[in-house]
């Protein structure tokens, strides 16, 4: 037993609600208290990974059925760490962001909160605490979506509510109904499915697996419950956008590998409709939304539509339910994740000084704000998946996996459409950076001003750059860890 998992928990959620009634009007006090608080308790998680045991720690008990349980294992190392970081950098972004958007000690309650809910779904042990914090989770980003308070924000914050919980719900549903053919509601490693309780209701339980990884699916921007991410995203402040993109939509991917391969075991689900069907609605998502981003203008929702495309690159590999194509989808959490920080973060940056929100607007930016578009550049090519970059690592082990999976025409039609893919991403990214630096000869350079962010924008981006390529040529570490966990659950 392990007591201390609870702390990188209850720190942020503690300290997130402490923000208003201590009062922290200051704005240096104020950005100290939130600073120290991510800082620790990413030193906390990181600690807990090297060192905490594998075994599960009950907080509470309810009753015989329900108690709140949480265990690291592979899985969650891999989402504790990456989640408390990208929190760490958003957070240092946003100490300038925010002034321009107001009510700083709201945003800075959720959003602090929202680092210790997601770590709660990182350590979640059983279905009931998972889905605990996951509910939590969405009600306290909701305030982040709708952060400006204007018509737009608003309406995109009862969407993102709406979409939401309809997603949740139907997961819930799902984990009643599998509960009685499962021997424990905790995640085991290859799945807890009996077969004899199944008998001959293998077509309804599959039914219902497909229906709740579709739920689930929602966070993830999967269709048919994707809508939410192009409307949220536009009208979040920049720093929210980044964690919403970067992270909050791998908790739905999380949600998805305990249910598929620590409860009902890809055994049961490999090679038959289900698995078809959701190899066919992550494709559609992939191609969907990489041609929505390519025909959109504005900004923020260009990005929104890319990760509805990219995450679906994510679910793809975990449904090839092979391990490489397992630890491709690994290894594009850590490059979306980083990557999509840094175009948020970036297209923030530029909203924010210079109040440009449409890409036709952008031309010759790159000559205003170098140090910004540079990292945009970088993020734009790893996200296209250009060696030595972490994107070209990730779908080099995503495409493997789809051929090397037994898989039908799955197995040639899910590279091609990465393949494909990959162009429209280049053709809605690159376009972008090809006309901030190369504007043309009717641009007015003598008239140009320096707008470059200042350092608290810039030194997170830089950072996040210097990850993005990194990871892609230094990745064999990350290989091997995600091929054990593959190991263990396949």
Same mark, same amino acid.
């Not at 300038?96 to 909160?113: A, L, N, P, Q, S």
């Not at 509805?308 to 690159?313: A, L």
């Given at each position: 037993m392990n007591i201390a998992l609870i702390i990188p928990i209850l720190l942020p959620i503690v300290a997130g609600v402490l923000i208003q009634p201590l009062k922290l009007h200051d704005r240096k006090t104020r950005e100290t208290y939130v600073a120290t608080v991510v800082l620790i308790n990413f030193a906390i998680v990181v600690f807990l990974a090297l060192t905490a045991g594998s075994e599960p720690t009950t907080i509470l008990r309810l009753n015989r059925l329900i108690d709140i349980t949480f265990k690291i294992d592979g899985m969650s190392k891999?989402?504790?760490?990456?989640?408390?970081?990208?929190? *760490?950098?958003?957070?240092?972004?946003?100490?300038?962001?925010?002034?321009?958007?107001?009510?700083?000690?709201?945003?800075?309650?959720?959003?602090?909160?929202?680092?210790?809910?997601?770590?709660?779904?990182?350590?979640?042990?059983?279905?009931?605490?998972?889905?605990?914090?996951?509910?939590?989770?969405?009600?306290?980003?909701?305030?982040?979506?709708?952060?400006?308070?204007?018509?737009?924000?608003?309406a995109a914050g009862k969407k993102y509510l709406t979409y939401s919980f309809l997603g949740a719900n139907i997961a819930l549903a799902g984990f009643f109904f599998l509960y009685q053919y499962c021997d424990s509601t905790h995640f085991v490693e290859g799945g807890s499915l009996n077969l004899e309780k199944i008998g001959t209701n293998i077509t309804l339980v599959q039914t219902v697996v497909l229906l709740t990884v579709m739920g689930f699916g929602c966070k993830a921007g999967m269709f048919p419950l994707h809508a939410w991410l192009p409307s949220g995203h536009p009208v979040?402040?920049?720093?929210?956008?980044?964690?919403?993109?970067?992270?909050?939509?791998?908790?739905?991917?999380?949600?998805?590998?305990?249910?598929?391969?620590?409860?009902?075991?890809?055994?049961?689900?490999?090679?038959?409709?289900?698995?078809?069907?959701?190899?066919?609605?992550?494709?559609?998502?992939?191609?969907?939304?990489?041609?929505?981003?390519?025909?959109?203008?504005?900004?923020?929702?260009?990005?929104?539509?890319?990760?509805?495309?990219?995450?679906?690159?994510v679910l793809f590999g975990l449904m090839t339910m092979h391990p490489l194509g397992f630890v491709g989808a690994c290894l594009h959490m850590i490059a979306h994740a980083i990557v999509k920080n840094i175009l948020f973060l970036s297209a923030g940056s530029v909203i924010y000084k210079t109040h440009k929100t449409y890409v036709t607007q952008l031309k010759g930016i790159g000559k205003e704000m170098p140090i910004t578009m540079w990292c945009f550049t970088i993020a734009s090519i790893a996200l296209v998946g250009i060696p030595p970059t972490s994107g070209f690592e990730s779908k080099w082990f995503l495409a493997i996996g789809a051929l090397q999976s037994d898989i039908g025409i799955f197995k040639y039609l899910g590279p091609a459409t990465?393949?494909?893919?990959?162009?429209?991403?280049?053709?809605?990214?690159?376009? *972008?950076?090809?006309?901030?630096?190369?504007?043309?000869?009717?641009?007015?350079?003598?008239?140009?001003?320096?707008?470059?962010?200042?350092?608290?924008?810039? *030194?997170?981006?830089?950072?996040?750059?210097?990850?993005?390529?990194?990871?892609?040529?230094?990745?064999?570490?990350?290989?091997?860890?995600?091929?054990? *966990?593959?190991g263990l659950i396949m």
């Open positions: 891999l989402f504790t760490v990456l989640a408390s970081f990208l929190w *760490i950098t958003a957070t240092f972004y946003s100490f300038e962001y925010i002034k321009h958007e107001g009510m700083d000690e709201r945003f800075y309650t959720f959003f602090v909160v929202t680092i210790g809910a997601l770590i709660g779904i990182g350590y979640a042990a059983n279905l009931q605490t998972l889905y605990l914090f996951y509910e939590m989770m969405t009600l306290v980003t909701f305030p982040l979506v709708m952060h400006s308070q204007t018509e737009q924000s608003v979040a402040p920049a720093p929210a956008s980044a964690v919403l993109s970067g992270v909050i939509t791998k908790a739905g991917v999380l949600a998805i590998v305990r249910v598929m391969y620590y409860m009902v075991g890809v055994d049961f689900l490999r090679g038959t409709w289900v698995q078809y069907v959701l190899l066919a609605l992550t494709l559609y998502t992939v191609f969907m939304g990489s041609m929505l981003a390519f025909k959109e203008k504005l900004f923020k929702k260009r990005l929104a539509y890319s990760s509805v495309s990219q995450v679906s690159y990465l393949l494909v893919s990959a162009f429209l991403t280049a053709g809605y990214l690159l376009s *972008i950076m090809s006309k901030a630096f190369f504007p043309g000869e009717d641009y007015p350079y003598d008239t140009m001003v320096k707008t470059e962010a200042n350092a608290y924008m810039t *030194i997170p981006m830089i950072i996040l750059t210097v990850l993005a390529v990194g990871f892609g040529m230094f990745a064999t570490p990350l290989v091997d860890f995600f091929s054990q *966990i593959a």
